[in-house]
């Protein structure tokens, strides 16, 4: 049955072809035929689960699952303007360090699409690590030698990943204030026992003493829907405003950031526009196109709302407060730090040796065509103070409140 659900979908997609995996796990993968590296989605036996490569392959929507032996379908749709990147073509490098070198250097080089925006020289880069590989090296040493070229891009989306170990890049945060206290804001404010807040999936919410709401929402894995959005909304109605606190959310589905944007517009709304790679020359993109965001038909938000952020806001996370942001002016108020970044939609492909990497792939840019690729600067910067904290109040929930009674 598993094979001919495989099949089934590469009757939908010729650009997939399965092959199988030998591994513990049995994984079936469904891999681009010009481009065998590049892995488009997998089937784990271990946990009856096709899985997409949502950030791997962002063309694809969810297309198929397994839930007890029973195959649900439930969508398969490809962009057309996102296949030129599905299958690219690659030449062929030894499995050895020199040659797992080369084939991650050149990855990046044609396919990574930040490098004119921030200034890389990877040509330049290309010698100053070229030298660092040499035959006799290990497996570890090589790993640590990939990732520390991979640092130079600064992109959190960017990952090399061997069987054990997989490379971050966290600077994009850890250089900035945190601007959050998770202690404090259950202490003090949603409540430390669940019967002080409600929760509706992955939201937390709760309507505070001076009539204000409150939503936490500290990961767009998880999953939110409509009906737990009409819950909640439904709940906060009367109150005078509303606070959306993102901070720290470290982004997850782009579906869950457009199912939660569309309760706040009452018209269809530009938000921003992306593009993709066109042929390996670094300025090789397509042209832009528009990405909007649809009201929803049930529920919607029609009073203030004050968007709380931090660095730690990133991927999902920052596209949701650009979607926010392109609403209505003055409803939606950003408040705190800068967001994180990552507006690279993400693509995997995979080296010689089996280990794969994940890179920016498609630039995506605000409603005027700007990049926030380094992130969103808020409205209104606030900063935790220390003081606050020695009081135990978290200075941007306070800010907000101010925002939200004026």
């Given amino acids: 049955m598993k094979q001919a659900i495989i099949r089934n979908i590469c009757d939908r997609h010729p650009e997939a072809t399965p092959t199988q995996r030998i591994t513990e796990n049995k994984v079936v993968a469904l891999r681009c035929h010009k481009q065998p590296g590049v892995v488009i989605a997998r089937f784990s036996a271990k946990d009856k689960t096709l899985r997409r490569q949502t950030n791997g392959h962002p063309g694809i929507e969810p297309g198929w699952r397994f839930a007890k032996n029973k195959?649900?379908?439930?969508?398969?749709?490809?962009?057309?303007?996102?296949?030129?990147?599905?299958?690219?073509?690659?030449?062929?490098?030894?499995?050895?360090?020199?040659?797992?070198?080369?084939?991650?250097?050149?990855?990046?080089?044609?396919?990574?699409?930040?490098?004119?925006?921030?200034?890389?020289?990877w040509d330049a880069v290309h010698t100053q690590y070229r030298k660092m590989i040499i035959p006799q090296m290990t497996h570890e040493d090589l790993f640590t030698k990939l990732s520390e070229m991979l640092a130079v891009l600064k992109d959190g989306h960017v990952n090399l990943s061997s069987s054990s170990r997989t490379s971050f890049y966290d600077a994009y945060y850890q250089d900035y204030p945190w601007n959050f206290r998770e202690d404090i804001l259950y202490q003090h404010y949603l409540g430390k026992a669940s019967s002080d807040y409600r929760t509706a999936a992955g939201l937390k919410y709760k309507i505070f003493d001076n009539n204000i709401g409150y939503i936490r929402y500290g990961s767009f894995n998880s999953g939110v829907g409509n009906g737990n959005l009409d819950e909640a909304l439904s709940y906060l109605s009367v109150c005078n405003g509303l606070i959306i606190d993102v901070r720290d959310n470290g982004g997850g589905e782009l579906t869950n950031s457009t199912r939660i944007a569309a309760r706040f517009t009452n018209e269809k709304v530009l938000t921003g526009y992306i593009r993709h790679k066109t042929g390996p020359g670094h300025s090789d993109f397509s042209e832009p196109k528009p990405i909007y965001l649809e009201p929803s038909n049930s529920i919607r938000w029609q009073k203030k709302v004050v968007l709380l952020t931090n660095r730690r806001c990133y991927s999902a996370t920052n596209d949701f407060v650009n979607a926010m942001r392109s609403i209505e002016s003055g409803k939606i108020i950003q408040l705190g730090d800068r967001t994180g970044g990552g507006s690279g939609l993400p693509f995997s492909s995979e080296l010689p040796n089996g280990w794969s990497i994940r890179f920016s792939a498609c630039p995506h840019y605000d409603k005027n065509m700007q990049s926030i690729e380094d992130g969103i600067a808020p409205h209104i910067t606030v900063h935790m103070l220390p003081e606050d904290e020695l009081k135990n109040k978290d200075t941007l929930i306070e800010e907000a409140f101010k925002v939200l009674s004026q």
């Fill in 71 to 121: 195959i649900i379908q439930i969508l398969c749709i490809i962009c057309c303007f996102i296949l030129p990147i599905g299958c690219i073509g690659e030449d062929k490098y030894a499995d050895d360090p020199m040659g797992n070198f080369e084939q991650l250097w050149k990855i990046i080089d044609e396919h990574y699409c930040f490098l004119d925006e921030k200034g890389i020289d």
